[in-house]
């Protein structure tokens, strides 16, 4: 036990690490950044903030081994609205260990009542006013606590506008990843490109939507510029699906294949 009464280690399910499909899938890198980001969880209580680079440091890596990697493994984290990342199987093993610990404090006591009533009255009520079973009542709230309460509202807001962030963040990896085959490096000014986008949508979805017609865009300029800065700045031209731009001889084919079609001639021999 620490110093402060909380448990050093906490349980490792070995069996259910390594017969987990998905786990074995990961690459080495990436199981291990799993690994680092569940012990540093449990350290926290359950719960990281969700800073891409406060995490990367205090997992050790990078942040090109942190880009590569987390794309791989944040889908077993789940981010609140208070931007606080949690893994659902880690919460439930605290939870069990807290349980534990009480049954023991429970059973503790029941011990030291035990004892206590072999001493003698006057010893025995000495302890038991010194030990009230209740809480003393709550003092009214006073302006002080009300202007607390009120920034702490504001905190509240600020972290809960945060969250659409973080998904539209993720969908961009995750569709980059898809259409590019390999992560996407985030820089600092793909976070500011991508708080403006979501200030032109607000709306999460639309977002989405634009970011997906931009990287799956048929003109060379922006497939092959495509990134959160060109989304932003051409955030109007993203409002509809594009449309493919042919050259004379491809929409002369295309137009003979759809005049077969109708005619019934069936696919171009």
């Known amino acids: 036990m620490s110093r402060r009464g909380k448990p050093v280690s906490y ?5 259910d690490w390594l017969s987990d499909p998905e786990v074995r899938a990961l690459p080495i890198a990436a199981r291990g950044l799993y690994r680092e980001l569940l012990d540093l969880a449990w350290m926290a209580g359950g719960y990281l903030h969700f800073d891409e680079g ?4 205090a997992a050790g890596v990078s942040r090109r ?5 987390w794309i791989l493994i944040s889908h077993f984290w789940v981010a609140g609205r208070d931007m606080k990342l949690s893994n ?3 919460l439930g093993v605290i939870e069990e260990q807290g349980k534990y610990h009480l049954e023991q404090a429970r059973k503790a006591q029941l011990r030291w009542k035990s004892h206590a009533t ?6 025995a009520v000495g302890h038991a006013e010194a030990m009230p079973s209740a809480m003393p009542p709550s003092p009214s709230p006073s302006p002080s606590s009300s202007k607390k309460k009120t920034s702490s509202q504001k905190r509240a807001r600020r972290r809960s506008a945060a969250v659409p962030l973080l998904e539209f963040k993720k969908h ?6 898809r259409t590019r085959g390999k992560p996407y490096a985030m820089q600092a000014k793909d976070e500011a490109a991508a708080g403006r986008v979501l200030e032109l949508s607000q709306d999460l979805q639309e977002a989405i939507t634009r970011a997906t017609r931009l990287l799956t865009h048929p003109d060379g300029f922006y497939a092959q510029g495509a990134s959160l800065t060109l989304l932003a700045s051409h955030w109007n031209q993203m409002a509809v699906e594009p449309v493919e731009r042919l050259s004379p001889a491809k929409r002369a084919r295309k137009e003979r294949q759809e005049m077969l ?7 171009d021999a």
């Open 172 to 177: 961009w990896s995750a569709e980059w990843l």
């Open 54 to 57: 406060s995490l990367a440091r």
């Open 261 to 267: 079609e109708r005619l019934g001639g069936g696919a």
């Open 88 to 90: 659902a199987k880690l």
């Open 65 to 69: 081994e942190w880009n590569t990697n």
């Open 11 to 15: 349980p490792w399910y070995a069996p």
């Open 118 to 123: 072999g001493h003698a009255v006057g010893h």
